[in-house]
Nanobody, 130 residues
Framework: QVQLVESGGGLVEPGGSLTLSCAAS????????INWFRQAPGKEREVVSC????????YYADSVMGRFAISRDLAKNTVYLRLSGLKMEDTAVYYC???????????????????????WGQGTQVTVSS
């Protein structure tokens, strides 16, 4: 059974840090990219970051550049998103989504990933509040 499970969300004060995990089971991430999206109440879903698991190429949205860091652990079939310098506007449900890397998608992509997705996790809530 193909599954992505996020964990690590929670309540944190402004300026604080969290590490989100996205663990894959039922398939290997070797030929995938992992995209992290977030959706705040009343707002559209936005892409935050992505990583191509095979070569580590990364992308960050401007809003999180320098504050978030994405990484992967091939042995654990897991991708991490380290959130630092958190702001209240980072409050959202964070989702990871797997993207099979194909030639078509990479040709069309203007960043490390195409943001087209094949599998989604259930989401983890991040709340930044004092």
């Amino acid at each position: 059974q193909v599954q992505l499970v996020e964990s690590g969300g929670g309540l944190v004060e402004p300026g604080g840090s969290l590490t989100l995990s996205c663990a894959a089971s039922g398939f290997s991430l070797d030929n995938y990219a992992i995209n992290w999206f977030r959706q705040a109440p009343g707002k559209e879903r936005e892409v935050v970051s992505c990583i191509r698991v095979n070569d580590g190429s990364r992308y960050y949205a401007d809003s999180v550049m320098g504050r978030f860091a994405i990484s992967r652990d091939l042995a654990k079939n897991t991708v991490y998103l380290r959130l630092s310098g958190l702001k209240m506007e980072d409050t959202a449900v964070y989702y990871c989504a797997a993207e099979l890397i194909t030639a078509r998608r990479m040709i069309a992509a203007i960043h490390a990933c195409s943001f087209e997705t094949d599998y989604w996790g259930q989401g983890t809530q991040v709340t930044v509040s004092s």
